[in-house]
């Protein structure tokens, strides 16, 4: 079991209240949106271009059944995603997760990003996965501070390695256990499964 102190678990005094929910196809326009803020205005994504919604259904389609993909909405409005996929395509790695959590600018640091990840890693949990790894390109002082909010140590830094509005960032990335170190793998649970073992609901 991973360690319930190290969670994001919290009070939430910013109203209005934000509810996180499973991702529909129709949420990844916001999503586009969201994200392009990012790419276009700072160097905590890597992509050069926007990206169109085309490339976002391609990642959800391919991505979903088996990854969580949350949003937050805050009075009917989605302001966030957080999403896992897979570290790298070798099976060895098939227990461990790159978590992504991405809130719209003009909603920054009123929680959505702990409550996004306090719905997201407990899901991970359930469905076996071993560990979680989110990879933030440096400095983010947002990013740190909400992931070791939610648990997640600093595991090493690639400097310089990204080259991005004239000049090279570094990567770090930060772990997060979500099972014991002696746990035996069984095949990751679908997210399906997982949602109905924790009594979440699932998407229409
Ligand atoms: C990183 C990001 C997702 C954080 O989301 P958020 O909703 O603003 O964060 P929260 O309000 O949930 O804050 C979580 C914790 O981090 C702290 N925090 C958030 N932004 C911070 C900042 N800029 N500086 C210092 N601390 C910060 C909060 O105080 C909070 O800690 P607390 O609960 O102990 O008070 C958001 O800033 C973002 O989308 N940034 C751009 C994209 C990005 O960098 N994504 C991560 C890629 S790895």
């Given at each position: 079991?991973?360690?319930?102190?190290?969670?994001?678990?919290?009070?939430?005094?910013?109203?209005?209240?934000?509810?996180?929910?499973?991702?529909?196809?129709?949420?990844?326009?916001?999503?586009?949106?969201?994200?392009?803020?990012?790419?276009?205005?700072?160097?905590?994504?890597?992509?050069?271009?926007?990206?169109?919604?085309?490339?976002?259904?391609?990642?959800?389609?391919?991505?979903?059944?088996?990854?969580?993909?949350?949003?937050?909405?805050?009075?009917?409005?989605?302001?966030?995603?957080?999403?896992?996929?897979?570290?790298?395509?070798?099976?060895?790695?098939?227990?461990?997760?790159?978590?992504?959590?991405?809130?719209?600018?003009?909603?920054?640091?009123?929680?959505?990003?702990?409550?996004?990840?306090?719905?997201?890693?407990?899901?991970?949990?359930?469905?076996?996965?071993?560990?979680?790894i989110g990879v933030i390109?440096l400095?983010?002082?947002?990013?740190?501070?909400?992931?070791?909010?939610?648990?997640?140590v600093a595991a090493g830094e690639l400097p310089?390695i990204?080259?991005?509005?004239?000049?090279?960032?570094g990567v770090g990335h930060w772990q997060?256990?979500?099972?014991?170190?002696?746990?035996?793998?069984?095949?990751?649970?679908?997210?399906?499964?997982?949602?109905?073992?924790?009594?979440?609901?699932?998407?229409?």
């Open positions: 079991m991973a360690d319930r102190s190290q969670s994001c678990a919290g009070e939430i005094d910013h109203p209005p209240a934000t509810e996180v929910r499973v991702a529909r196809e129709g949420d990844l326009t916001a999503v586009r949106d969201v994200v392009n803020w990012a790419i276009e205005n700072t160097h905590y994504n890597f992509h050069a271009e926007p990206l169109g919604t085309a490339h976002w259904r391609a990642e959800w389609a391919a991505g979903h059944e088996r990854h969580p993909w949350l949003v937050a909405e805050r009075a009917g409005e989605v302001v966030g995603v957080a999403y896992a996929g897979r570290l790298k395509a070798r099976r060895a790695y098939d227990w461990a997760v790159e978590t992504t959590v991405y809130v719209s600018h003009l909603h920054h640091r009123r929680g959505v990003g702990r409550v996004l990840y306090g719905v997201l890693l407990p899901i991970l949990e359930a469905q076996g996965f071993h560990t979680a390109a400095p983010n002082p947002g990013s740190v501070a909400l992931h070791e909010r939610c648990g997640f310089r990204g080259w991005k509005r004239d000049r090279w960032w997060k256990m979500l099972q014991h170190e002696t746990h035996v793998p069984e095949e990751p649970l679908s997210v399906a499964a997982a949602l109905r073992r924790l009594d979440l609901e699932e998407p229409a």
